[in-house]
């Protein structure tokens, strides 16, 4: 197997989420990263009456404001109480912003208040527009074909930056005259690694006061962290998951996706059978397209068996180049063969379309370098 995990100790010692991450609650002076609910509890604990919270929740998630001064329908007196608190909002800094070749693809170099750097990509589809956004700088899991693990871990995002990018997003898109339909958690980093705060942002871009994300727009990748899985079942989150295969054994898997050391198979498919039971929601698992290594009759047939019970739909992914990994992407004539014996065992699949791969914002390539 070509490629080599650079943070097995890492994600070894990962806990399944860290809850010691800044989730936005109060204290995290980033008003993105609070609910209306603290906003009101804020006002009334500076003397003032909590109906204003609505204006200032429109004008965080409505109107967009990058600055409190920029505020409308806000007395003048609740101001000079969240400057005094030392009340900011949260919005990243574009360092860079690379179109692709193919018309559709944007990826953003995004420059948080620390410094620290992620990127984000909008795509285009006919119909509908999606944000991925990133949940972590850089990712503890290892994943050896993907360049932000290849990186390494360098923090948690805290909820009002995960919210920051997506409002950026939004943001461009408004100034076309067109909105945002859906939001992937697919760019760097591990969203159950970071639950509470990825949760909160969550929450706050379906609120219907705010962006009104419809929740079943909202996609949650994961490498397989199985207390993470059970717990989105147990709160019945309404968003959709979707599940980092890439093998059906756990000898070549582990190879791939490190973090399947800490949770084998077994573990991992009887966690998603429980999601789809307590949420009444397929899954969708990602299977990662190596020419030769995974994209055979075996591997299908494997793949076949091991979903066998499960409430699934299979995205096939033509692997992406990235620096650190020598593997090629299967062709288009061994994923449709891939493809027709999932068919024939009874599975849906799609074959994902490549975007934006000329600007490394492909599955696996965002890696927040300059």
Not at 97 to 125: I, N, W
Not at 149 to 178: C, K, N, P, S
Not at 188 to 193: A, F, I, S
Request: charged share 25%; with cysteine; aromatic share 6%.
């Amino acid at each position: 197997m070509a490629g080599k995990a650079q943070n097995t100790k890492a994600v070894c010692d990962a806990p399944a989420w860290d809850d010691s991450a800044s989730d936005g609650r109060p204290g995290d002076s980033d008003l993105l990263g609070w609910s209306s609910g603290e906003l009101e509890a804020f006002l009334v604990n500076t003397g003032h009456k909590p109906i204003h919270a609505e204006a200032i929740w429109g004008n965080l998630h409505r109107r967009w404001v990058s600055d409190l001064a920029d505020m409308v329908d806000v007395p003048e007196r609740v101001l000079h109480s969240m400057v005094a608190a030392g009340l900011t909002v949260g919005r990243p800094t574009v360092v860079r912003a690379e179109s692709s070749q193919d018309g559709f693809t944007r990826k953003f170099l995004l420059r948080l208040s620390d410094g620290e750097l992620v990127e984000s990509v909008l795509m285009r589809y006919k119909g509908r527009a999606t944000a991925c956004v990133s949940t972590q700088a850089g990712c503890a899991m290892g994943c050896v074909f993907c360049a932000t693990g290849q990186g390494g871990f360098r923090r948690h995002l805290r909820a009002g930056e995960i919210v920051g990018q997506v409002l950026h997003v939004a943001r461009i898109l408004r100034d076309e005259d067109l909105r945002l339909r859906n939001l992937v958690l697919m760019g760097q980093g591990e969203p159950l690694h970071n639950y509470d705060a990825v949760m909160r942002a969550v929450e706050t871009v379906i609120d219907g006061k705010g962006l009104s994300l419809a929740a079943i727009r909202v996609t949650l990748s994961t490498v397989g962290l199985v207390p993470g899985i059970r717990r989105l079942a147990e709160e019945k989150r309404p968003m959709a998951l979707a599940v980092s295969l890439h093998a059906a054994n756990d000898a070549q898997r582990e190879a791939l996706v490190p973090v399947a050391r800490r949770w084998p198979l077994a573990d991992l498919m009887a966690a998603c059978r429980y999601f789809s039971e307590r949420t009444d929601r397929r899954i969708f698992f990602e299977w990662t397209l190596i020419e030769g290594q995974n994209d055979g009759p075996e591997e299908a047939a494997e793949l076949a068996r091991l979903l066998k019970g499960q409430r699934a739909h299979v995205n096939l992914i033509p692997l992406n180049p990235t620096a650190g990994f020598g593997g090629e992407p299967s062709g288009l004539v061994r994923a449709r063969a891939f493809q027709s014996m999932l068919k024939e065992a009874g599975f849906v699949s799609t074959i994902r379309q490549r975007r934006g791969i000329d600007i490394d914002a492909g599955c696996g390539q965002l890696a927040a370098t300059v």
